[in-house]
């Protein structure tokens, strides 16, 4: 199938969390993190938390909350009143500014050469009403038709009412669309409930049996929507 416009998600395809900041926040409470541990672990509680059931039965934010916590386990942060103020801060600024903010290297040659081979891109995100803002801070923001984010639009992925409203605003036809995100449950699945293909950005091969494309990178994925 030819590919005409390509959407991707935002959180575990272009941005993931800033660790770093993590480490100072924590470290401003008196809380000493390892910040390397907990950027291991984060694609393994992402995983985890992608079920059918997690899926249907709660949305994006009680995850979030989820999400957390459970980094915070496996990384072996125990509860306590410094560490419940640093994640408040943490929370706060993710508020206002978001804080999955780190782009990796290659994301920019990746959405460069989808661009300039004549993709049409949009951003189809389950987030917290801050996504547009915030690539375009990061300097993302221009390599996209529209950038559709769930809060703004008042519902999530896997709505297929999300995804056909990124159609709509990119003037794009479903079977020429490829979503590319990181959560089976949210992104194929969602994708393919709004006659999109939908496929998966998973570079540890947490998904070998799942039955849709897997990319091992934005570069790979960037290989086999330009072939043609």
């Known amino acids: 199938m030819r590919v005409e416009t390509l959407f991707l998600d935002a959180g ?18 008196g809380v000493v993190v390892d910040t390397e541990r ?33 980094i915070l386990e496996l990384s072996g942060v125990s509860p306590s009143a410094a560490v419940r103020a640093a994640g408040g801060e943490l929370r ?5 500014h978001n804080l999955w903010e780190l782009v990796p290297d290659d994301v920019v040659p990746a959405l460069s050469r989808c661009r300039d081979h004549g993709l049409r891109m949009a ?43 990124a159609l709509d605003r990119v003037g794009a036809r479903p079977e020429t669309t490829l979503h590319v995100g990181d959560l089976y449950h949210v992104d194929v699945l ?15 091969d947490l998904y070998p049996d799942v039955d849709c494309e897997r990319f091992p990178s934005l570069a790979a994925l ?3 929507v330009t072939a043609h």
């Open 12 to 29: 575990g395809v272009l941005v993931f969390p800033n660790w770093r900041r993590v480490g100072e926040t924590f470290l401003r409470h």
């Open 38 to 70: 907990m950027a291991a672990v984060e694609p393994h509680v992402r995983r985890e938390l992608d079920t059918a059931r997690a899926v249907s039965s709660t949305t994006d934010d009680a995850r979030g909350e989820t999400y957390w916590a459970r």
């Open 92 to 96: 706060a600024y993710h508020a206002v």
């Open 123 to 165: 951003v189809v995100s389950n987030a917290n009403g801050t996504v547009r803002r915030k690539l375009g801070r990061l300097g993302l923001a221009s390599f996209f038709q529209t950038i559709v984010d769930s809060t703004e639009e008042g519902i999530e992925k896997p709505d297929p009412r999300i995804f056909r409203a």
């Open 190 to 204: 969602g994708a393919r409930t709004a006659g999109l293909r939908g496929a998966l950005l998973d570079p540890l």
């Open 222 to 224: 960037a290989d086999a």
